[in-house]
């Protein structure tokens, strides 16, 4: 019994390990941001960011900014997978950028939501409108 339930966690990791390094691609046209200062958010502007999910072995993540800037996410690890309040299910990764500051991604399932970008209490939040 003992070592068909490793079998079976054995499986499941296996394949969830999988699913986590597929390349996927998000695009997103609109951007907000968050002022901890103010506790508000600024009002939506139209910017084409697109973002490639798992570009390497270590689920990295690129950004093309609006700028036509090229950012590299370095995933640090701390995966966590939930929901809001409100229903809607997201997955949460702790990364590096490339000048070392350390920030979450907060990735949604709904484009409408998008994903956000957490530095402390600093947001920025792309959707897909």
């Known amino acids: 019994m003992k070592n068909l ?6 499986i499941i990791s296996t394949s969830s390990f999988s699913f986590a390094q597929n390349q996927f691609r998000r695009d997103y046209d609109a951007i907000t ?3 901890p200062e103010t506790e508000e958010w600024s009002d939506w502007e139209l910017a084409s960011h697109t973002l490639v999910f798992n570009i390497n072995e270590n689920s990295d993540i690129k950004h093309f900014t609006a700028k036509g800037e090229i950012i590299i996410y370095r995933n640090m690890g701390n995966y ?6 409100s229903g809607e299910h997201y997955q949460m990764l702790y990364v590096l950028d490339d000048e070392g500051y ?3 991604i907060q990735l949604f399932d709904n484009p409408e939501i998008g994903m956000k970008l957490m530095m402390g209490q600093y947001m920025i939040q792309f959707a897909k409108h």
């Not at 339930?5 to 054995?10: G, S, V």
Request: net charge negative; hydrophobic share 35%; proline share 0%.
């Open 102 to 104: 350390e920030m979450y």
């Open 33 to 35: 941001t968050y002022d």
């Open 80 to 85: 966590e997978e939930g929901y809001t309040e």
């Open 5 to 10: 339930l490793l079998f079976t966690l054995l």
